[in-house]
């Protein structure tokens, strides 16, 4: 069993910079491979990003590519989303979650987090 946590989540400017966290429990936790999804009210869940268990390899949505990084500590069981040149099209809920594979697909992923508000105002 695995328990995400999502913070950083506020509201910014565009252009702004921000930095989300989601902190892994469980033993397992930084054996997982974790993604960013994030969904825009009334719109379904999209994917940001993901990256492998080791922090070798990352995988990013072309809408934030060269704006957006993943990165993570497993020795903190913490993963990041470093958020560059925010625009406002990237108002949404972003959720962290925890799975096999870094895949792009929700339902590649086995848990997941409660949420964080990201606000970007023009």
């Known amino acids: 069993q695995v328990k995400l946590v999502e913070s950083g989540g506020r509201s910014v400017q565009a252009g702004a910079s921000l930095r989300l966290s989601c902190a892994a429990s469980?033993?397992?936790?930084?054996?997982?491979?974790m993604g960013w999804f994030r969904q825009p009210a009334g719109k379904a869940r999209e994917f940001v990003g993901a990256i492998s268990w080791d922090g070798k390899s990352t995988l990013y949505a072309d809408s934030v590519k060269g704006r957006f990084t993943i990165s993570r500590d497993n020795a903190k069981k913490m993963v990041y989303l470093q958020m560059n040149s925010l625009k406002p099209e990237d108002t949404a809920v972003y959720y962290c979650?925890?799975?096999?594979?870094?895949?792009?697909?929700?339902?590649?992923?086995?848990?997941w987090g409660q949420g964080t508000q990201v606000t970007v105002s023009s």
């Open positions: 979650a925890a799975g096999p594979r870094s895949g792009s697909y929700p339902h590649e992923y086995q848990y």
């Open positions: 469980g033993r397992s936790a930084s054996s997982y491979a």
